[in-house]
Structures are given as structure tokens and as C-alpha cells.
């Protein structure tokens, strides 16, 4: 899918941002040999110390991905959208787990930006309609604009999809993979799908512990 740009370069500039912090030893020993750190390769990267007797702290750069939704080349405010970014999605949040990081979903207008995650938590059952329309109207949305067409769309779409996966309560590295149900789903309600019941606490803390971040 044409996007505008190589997100294979625009991931390679911000990977050159990355970079390692020095964390002195004492007077004495960096008169000796000041500490001095490289920054070598991996997932993610990490620091070597050079020279001295302090140590090296690295410093993660910012993983930019475009995500773009609606018009006539994107995918739309329905379910077919959210399975088909749904590896990227969860790619991002594993990352920021890995990396003890924050993500920022960000749109222009704060459909896109409220739907797809709030749809993704509630596919991978992490969370049920009825706390993710609760969770949203905590951080701004309300009643209207969260039945509105965009988002009540895209949060419906969660009925014709099927998830196999896991999350694991401990480590809150997600695996699996979301797919369109047959044909023979029933349809999408009328209404957002308010069920009953609670996720699992520990699920849901290992989640906020990815600092999972939305902006309205």
C-alpha cells in the first residue's frame, strides 16, 4: 500500500537519534580516563563503554509509524482496518513494553485515535465494551461522538473479527494474531457492544504498565 513515504527510512532517521548518556566514576578515576561510551547494534541498541570506570545508560530514539486511515488508498473505520493494523499495533505496544517506553496515538481530529486502540484492547479481550466506552469517556469522549460513525463503527467491526493470541500477565508481551471471522459472523449490533463481566486485573495492569497513551 502506497503511504506517501519509506517507512523503512523514516524508521532508519530516527534510528540514527539514538544515542548513550555517560554516568561519570569519581574525580580521580575520570582525570585518569574520562568514561566514553558506543553506541553499538541490536533490538533495541544498547551501549559499550570505551574507556574510564563510570558506566553507559542508552537512550532510545523515537519509533515514528504512519497508520493512515480513511479516504480512497486506506483502510476505513471498520473492522477490515483494524485487522489489517493490527501487527503494527501490536508491534508498537510490544516495543514500548521491551523498551519500558510510552506511545502516543495521535490524529487530527481524535476518531482514528480513540477507535482503533480502544477496538484493539477490546478484540484481544483485554477489555469489554463496556470499559472501553467507560475508559474513553475518562479521558474525553462523550456519549455522542463515541456512537458516532467513525468510532462506533470501528468498535462494532470488533464482532466480525477473531483473535488467537495471548497476553502474558508477567512480562505483558502480546502474541498472537487478529483475523476477520467467516462470513457467517453475525452481524454487526446497531449499538456499541456493552458486555458483561471484568477482563482479568493482572491483563489490564500489564497494559498500563506499557504506558499506553491517548490523545484526544
Not at 26 to 39: G, K, Y
Not at 59 to 84: E, F
Not at 118 to 132: F, P
Request: proline share 3%; aromatic share 6%.
Amino acid at each position: 500500500m502506497a503511504r506517501g513515504y519509506d517507512q523503512r527510512e523514516e524508521l532508519a532517521a530516527f534510528a540514527a537519534t539514538d544515542s548513550c548518556t555517560v554516568v561519570p566514576g569519581t574525580c580521580s578515576e575520570e582525570l585518569a580516563a574520562a568514561t566514553t561510551c558506543t553506541l553499538t547494534t541490536g533490538a533495541p541498541g544498547s551501549c559499550a563503554k570505551a574507556t574510564g570506570d563510570g558506566s553507559c545508560t542508552y537512550v532510545a530514539a523515537i519509533r515514528y509509524v504512519n497508520l493512515p486511515v480513511g479516504g480512497s488508498m486506506n483502510p476505513g473505520y471498520d473492522a477490515a482496518g483494524l485487522v489489517q493494523y493490527s501487527a503494527e499495533l501490536i508491534d508498537a505496544i510490544n516495543y514500548a513494553t521491551a523498551n519500558s517506553g510510552n506511545i502516543l496515538f495521535h490524529c487530527r481530529t481524535g476518531y482514528r485515535t480513540g477507535a482503533y486502540p480502544s477496538a484493539l484492547l477490546k478484540a484481544l479481550g483485554i477489555q469489554t465494551g463496556d470499559e472501553v466506552v467507560e475508559r474513553l469517556e475518562s479521558i474525553g469522549y462523550d456519549e455522542s461522538t463515541i456512537e458516532g460513525k467513525g468510532m462506533k463503527s470501528i468498535i462494532d467491526g470488533v464482532a466480525d473479527t477473531t483473535w488467537t493470541g495471548s497476553v502474558d500477565a508477567t512480562s505483558g508481551v502480546i502474541t498472537g494474531a487478529l483475523t476477520m471471522t467467516s462470513a457467517a459472523a453475525a452481524p454487526v449490533p446497531d449499538a456499541v457492544v456493552k458486555t458483561s463481566g471484568a477482563a482479568t486485573t493482572t491483563v489490564v495492569a500489564t497494559l498500563v504498565a506499557a504506558a499506553v497513551a491517548f490523545l484526544a
